[in-house]
């Protein structure tokens, strides 16, 4: 990292900092609005609409729906682990790589 690009890091983070640092003013630790999860399971279901075009060349993904299906173990307050599984149905176009190209 170059010296000017350090000195710009430096300066934005002087920006930001107060301006995070306030954003707990005014509440004690007791009254937070903020909540720590609550030790279990749990269970989620997605879904969802996959919105592509395929690219310029138009091989890429092209819209379809997803859905899955999310399991999380709250082990303790900060901690969980989570496992998921998802699966896309969306439409592909398939290209013969032997056929000339249209031109």
């Known amino acids: 990292m170059t010296i000017p690009m350090r000195a710009a890091a430096a300066a934005?983070?002087?920006f930001v900092c107060p301006v995070l640092l306030a954003a707990q003013v005014g509440h004690s630790p007791q009254s937070s609005?903020?909540?720590d999860l609550a030790k279990g399971n749990s269970i989620t279901f997605m879904g969802g609409r996959f919105?592509?075009?395929g690219g310029r060349v138009g091989v890429g993904p092209n819209s379809?729906?997803?859905f899955g299906?999310?399991?999380d173990f709250h082990a303790s307050k900060p901690?969980?682990?989570g496992l998921g599984?998802?699966?896309g149905n969306?439409?592909?176009l398939i290209v013969n790589p032997f056929n000339a190209a249209d031109q």
């Open 12 to 14: 934005l983070a002087l």
């Open 33 to 35: 609005p903020y909540s």
């Open 51 to 53: 919105m592509g075009d």
């Open 64 to 66: 379809g729906y997803t």
């Open 69 to 71: 299906i999310r399991y």
């Open 79 to 81: 901690l969980a682990l």
């Open 85 to 87: 599984v998802e699966r």
């Open 90 to 92: 969306l439409e592909r």
